[in-house]
T-cell receptor, first 110, second 116 residues
Framework: RKEVEQDPGPFNVPEGATVAFNCTYS??????FFWYRQDCRKEPKLLMS???SGNEDGRFTAQLNRASQYISLLIRDSKLSDSATYLC???????????FGAGTILRVKS | NAGVMQNPRHLVRRRGQEARLRCSPM?????VYWYRQLPEEGLKFMVY????????ESGMPKERFSAEFPKEGPSILRIQQVVRGDSAAYFC??????????????FGQGTRLTVV
């Protein structure tokens, strides 16, 4: 089983749609969780951290379910500029290593 | 405060040559990570270093690849006797000292290695 698994993509959605990505992780002792965004041929950039209580940043909402070892990202009112690959990232409990999921491609179309 | 700096941005090597990729972390960051991304694939962890120490090299190929992060100067990822399969984007990331696990990482723009 992979350490971090994400929904297979690509997700093709119209502008204004709501889209949700899911991610599961295998190590129950993991402590920190993030969503990164990567544009084509660019470096990954932090989108948001994920906290146990859930957190929201504008149109983006991240949720964590420790019991199910599950992380989600919800994007409301999708924009063309949201088109990118979204990476689920988990910090291993020992050694502070960040493990990336393979990523989910989002394509927002007009 | 400059971000993570990687150089060169693009590197072309012939099969059998050596490739040296450099990464200067953000100011004040003492943790460096190297990742490899093959075309159309996700990022794969290679190695995690702190100053003068390799903390986790579980993602490094057993042969030809090495990494260091000296007390002074940038972190270096070294690939000896490159082969075509080494062609990829190599990303470096840095983070500050461990704050109990809640540590994001900042990425450099990557080095795109092409082996011909």
């Amino acid at each position: 089983r992979k350490e971090v698994e994400q929904d297979p993509g690509p997700f093709n959605v119209p502008e204004g749609a709501t889209v949700a990505f899911n991610c599961t992780y295998s190590n129950s002792a993991s402590q920190s969780f993030f969503w990164y965004r990567q544009d084509c041929r660019k470096e990954p950039k932090l989108l948001m951290s994920v906290y146990s209580s859930g957190n929201e940043d504008g149109r983006f909402t991240a949720q964590l379910n420790r019991a199910s070892q599950y992380i989600s990202l919800l994007i409301r009112d999708s924009k063309l500029s949201d088109s990118a690959t979204y990476l689920c990232v988990v910090n291993t409990p020992y050694g502070n290593k960040l493990v990336f999921g393979a990523g989910t491609i989002l394509r927002v179309k007009s | 405060n400059a971000g993570v700096m990687q150089n060169p941005r693009h590197l072309v090597r012939r099969r059998g040559q050596e490739a040296r990729l450099r990464c200067s972390p953000m100011k004040g960051h003492s943790h460096v990570y190297w990742y490899r991304q093959l075309p159309e694939e996700g990022l794969k962890f290679m190695v995690y270093l702190q100053k003068e120490n390799i903390i986790d090299e579980s993602g490094m190929p057993k042969e030809r690849f090495s990494a260091e992060f000296p007390k002074e100067g940038p972190s270096i990822l070294r690939i000896q006797q490159v082969v075509r399969g080494d062609s990829a984007a190599y990303f470096c990331a840095s983070s500050p000292a461990d704050r109990g696990g809640d540590t994001e990482a900042f990425f450099g723009q990557g080095t795109r290695l092409t082996v011909v």
